[in-house]
């Protein structure tokens, strides 16, 4: 917790008796210990190996012998007609609007009917510990898991032991400056060495000489530092220009069979579809876990290269899969292309103006109901919800709700048991009051 939350609690607390005060603190203070020692003891997972049963080829082929829907892994083009593939592994990065996405895997996985490989107690696979298949809740091995979308710390043959081995891998990318100033906003209270930080705008004094500050060992400090490369389990503390580096990236390449791009993210969308054989209907999405525009620090262009520079394998990431990005879509065809971005736009318009009251989002102040309250950082209330249309017809009314509905809201709808990440909840909400 930084030095300005205990002073804006003590501004707050400063008319309350000393007795009232000393207990308040002390409320605070156990429930933030009894917090962490709880999160570090989840961590902990028993050895225990017992004989390891291969993952089938393709849970979608074992599905279909128990289903009457056609649906397989296998892109089957007769007539025209495309089955849509449903073993998917999508590596859920940080502040790339992947929770956007993610609300769009689980639609589709309820509609299909598919069964989730998900984290158990939290809703991330034990990050930032790099993943292990037994992180799996309910895991046995020769089960079949279609999709697998929770953060994580990536780790290829860990996760191969719990998906098939036809499983589509996809991922998204966002701009290294862009994505360092949103999690330097974000996780900032998170990372204490952001603490010593002087003046109002830390974000700018801390790229003015990053290595003043920064610890490769200090607590959360790999939120601050190529934090796509360290999401995507390698070593974020590398110099650029180190070799390993390259073999990295060829390695990523190699994994994963589509990069999306956060700043172009409906023509990443239209990817999908494409090598996924889904239908545009499949795609529909509003804009969740964003930030008011008051809260987004505006980059110069010398804080920009500063932040590129500081970030520079992440920079050297982007830059590769921006060019391979857009080889893609010269293969899709750019005009097909820009048909299908303006269908896909013109249909989640239309969604807006049925689900989404006044047609915006609102601050979290203003959103009506708990269960559409989208988690918070530490210290603020700067994420953004929705207020559902009153009197929507009812065809569109479950379809309005999921697609509004945050992340966390969806994962207990979906069965997973967070009580973890519902216990460190409250502590946020008390450190927020």
């Known amino acids: 917790m930084s030095h300005t939350i205990f002073v804006t609690m003590l501004q707050k607390q400063q008319r309350l008796p000393l007795w009232q005060l000393v207990v308040s603190r002390l409320t605070v203070a156990g429930l933030f210990i009894s917090v962490i020692v709880l999160y570090c003891l989840s961590t902990l997972q028993i050895a225990f190996s017992p004989t390891e049963l291969p993952v089938p080829h393709s849970c979608a082929l074992l599905r279909g012998q128990h289903s009457n829907q056609s649906t397989t892994n296998v892109s089957q083009q007769d007539n025209n007609i495309c089955a849509p593939k449903v073993d998917i592994m999508f590596m859920k990065t940080h502040k790339t609007a992947s929770s956007t996405f993610l609300n769009i895997l689980f639609?589709?996985?309820?509609?299909?009917?598919?069964?989730?490989?998900?984290?158990?107690?939290?809703?991330?696979?034990?990050?930032?510990?790099?993943f292990q298949h037994t992180y799996v809740q309910g895991y046995r091995s020769g089960m079949c898991f279609n999709i697998m979308c929770n953060h994580m710390r990536f780790n290829a043959p860990e996760v191969a032991k719990v998906l098939p081995r036809d499983t589509t891998y996809i991922t998204i990318l966002r701009d290294p400056a862009e994505l360092f100033e949103s999690a330097f906003h974000y996780f900032g209270h998170m990372v204490p060495l952001t603490w010593r930080i002087p003046g109002e705008d830390k974000m700018a004094e801390f790229l003015?000489?990053?290595?003043?500050?920064?610890?490769?060992?200090?607590?959360?400090?790999?939120?601050?530092?190529?934090?796509?490369?360290?999401?995507?389990?390698?070593?974020n503390t590398l110099d650029s220009h180190d070799l390993r580096v390259e073999e990295s990236i060829r390695l990523i390449a190699e994994q994963f069979h589509l990069v999306m791009l956060t700043e172009h993210f409906e023509e990443s969308l239209i990817l999908l579809k494409d090598i996924l054989c889904w239908e545009m209907s499949d795609l529909l999405f509003f804009k969740l876990n964003a930030r008011k525009e008051?809260?987004?620090?505006?980059?110069?262009?010398?804080?920009?290269?500063?932040?590129?520079q500081w970030n520079s394998i992440d920079w050297e990431l982007y830059k590769h899969f921006n060019l391979t990005f857009w080889k893609k879509v010269d293969a899709y065809g750019r005009e097909r292309m820009a048909e299908d971005v303006a269908e896909l736009r013109m249909r989640n318009a239309e969604m807006v103006k049925i689900c989404i009251e006044g047609g915006h989002s609102v601050g979290a102040g203003s959103i009506r109901e708990e269960g559409m309250q989208p988690w918070q950082p530490i210290g603020e209330r700067s994420i953004m919800g929705y207020n559902?249309?009153?009197?929507?017809?009812?065809?569109?009314?479950?379809?309005?709700?999921?697609?509004?509905?945050?992340?966390?809201?969806?994962?207990?709808?979906?069965?997973?048991?967070?009580?973890?990440?519902k216990l460190w909840g409250h502590v946020r909400n008390i450190i927020n009051l």
Request: charged share 20%; net charge positive; glycine share 4%.
């Open 388 to 421: 559902l249309n009153k009197n929507i017809e009812k065809a569109y009314q479950v379809l309005c709700q999921k697609m509004l509905t945050p992340e966390l809201q969806y994962l207990t709808d979906l069965g997973v048991n967070m009580w973890l990440t």
């Open 107 to 130: 639609r589709f996985g309820e509609k299909q009917n598919l069964k989730f490989a998900f984290p158990s107690s939290r809703n991330d696979f034990f990050y930032p510990s790099h």
């Open 294 to 308: 008051t809260s987004v620090s505006k980059l110069t262009p010398e804080l920009r290269a500063k932040a590129l």
């Open 208 to 235: 003015q000489d990053p290595t003043f500050y920064f610890s490769p060992n200090g607590f959360n400090s790999f939120y601050l530092k190529n934090l796509l490369f360290y999401d995507l389990g390698q070593d």
